[in-house]
């Protein structure tokens, strides 16, 4: 027997709020409950993300090494400031009970190179989502509310350095009024990476 109940009780959801999310009628989640019917593979990950659990814990049959899956957010640029996209790319990748326990978190499709060798086009870069980083952090700064980047946290005395890896790429430094006026935040440290092997 499944337990989408006891999970939805548990993040305090009414059926109908559940429903929404899933992008199913209430009467869906009445019947997964129940146990007359199991949701499609899609909803069952996207279950799995609303619940920050594994597929195998939703369905009853979890063990404590089952991965838990998380949303592809977008794109970040390993390069100058651009926009990050805030919808889903219908992608999940998975991560482990015990990171997933430590914080919450995304993933991030890489772009641009100028993280290279250590990230590389492509690359998709699980983020804990937090809005403080220390020095040396791999980090998602935010310029404003919109232009985002993937680099290497300096933190110096005037100000801070966002640094690329990649010498042919300019690093961002921005002084202490530049950080308070623009602003410039951090949306998240970088923690994990996956890379398809071609």
Same mark, same amino acid.
């Given at each position: 027997?499944?337990?989408?109940? $006891?999970?939805?009780?548990?993040?305090?959801?009414?059926?109908? &709020? /559940? =429903?929404?999310?899933?992008?199913?009628?209430?009467?869906? +989640?009445?019947?997964?409950?129940?146990?007359?019917?199991?949701?499609?593979?899609?909803?069952?990950?996207?279950?799995?993300?609303?619940?920050?659990?594994?597929?195998?814990?939703?369905?009853?049959?979890?063990?404590?090494?089952?991965?838990?899956?998380?949303?592809?957010?977008?794109?970040?640029?390993?390069?100058?400031?651009?926009?990050?996209?805030? $919808?889903?790319?219908?992608?999940?990748?998975?991560?482990?009970? &015990? /990171? =997933?326990?430590?914080?919450?978190?995304?993933?991030?499709? +890489?772009?641009?190179?100028?993280?290279?060798?250590?990230?590389?086009?492509?690359?998709?870069?699980?983020?804990?989502?937090?809005?403080?980083?220390?020095?040396?952090?791999?980090?998602?700064?935010?310029?404003?509310?919109?232009?985002?980047?993937?680099?290497?946290?300096?933190?110096?005395?005037?100000?801070?350095?966002?640094?690329?890896?990649?010498? $042919?790429?300019?690093?961002?430094?921005?002084?202490?009024?530049?950080?308070?006026?623009?602003?410039?935040?951090?949306?998240?440290?970088? +923690?994990?990476?996956?890379?398809?092997?071609?």
């Amino acid at each position: 027997m499944n337990k989408i109940k $006891e999970f939805r009780k548990q993040a305090h959801l009414s059926q109908l &709020e /559940l =429903a929404e999310l899933c992008g199913v009628h209430q009467t869906a +989640v009445s019947q997964w409950e129940q146990g007359r019917t199991n949701p499609d593979t899609d909803t069952l990950v996207a279950l799995a993300h609303i619940f920050h659990t594994s597929l195998g814990s939703i369905l009853g049959l979890d063990t404590p090494d089952d991965p838990v899956m998380v949303a592809v957010k977008g794109f970040v640029r390993a390069g100058e400031m651009t926009f990050i996209e805030d $919808e889903d790319v219908c992608e999940f990748a998975a991560i482990s009970p &015990e /990171l =997933a326990r430590r914080g919450e978190y995304c993933a991030l499709k +890489v772009r641009g190179s100028s993280m290279y060798p250590m990230f590389q086009d492509g690359d998709t870069v699980i983020v804990r989502m937090q809005n403080t980083a220390e020095d040396n952090d791999i980090v998602v700064a935010l310029e404003g509310r919109e232009n985002a980047t993937l680099k290497r946290l300096k933190i110096q005395k005037n100000g801070i350095l966002l640094m690329a890896e990649n010498p $042919e790429y300019e690093s961002l430094f921005y002084t202490k009024e530049q950080v308070a006026r623009l602003p410039v935040t951090f949306f998240g440290k970088a +923690v994990e990476i996956r890379r398809e092997i071609h």
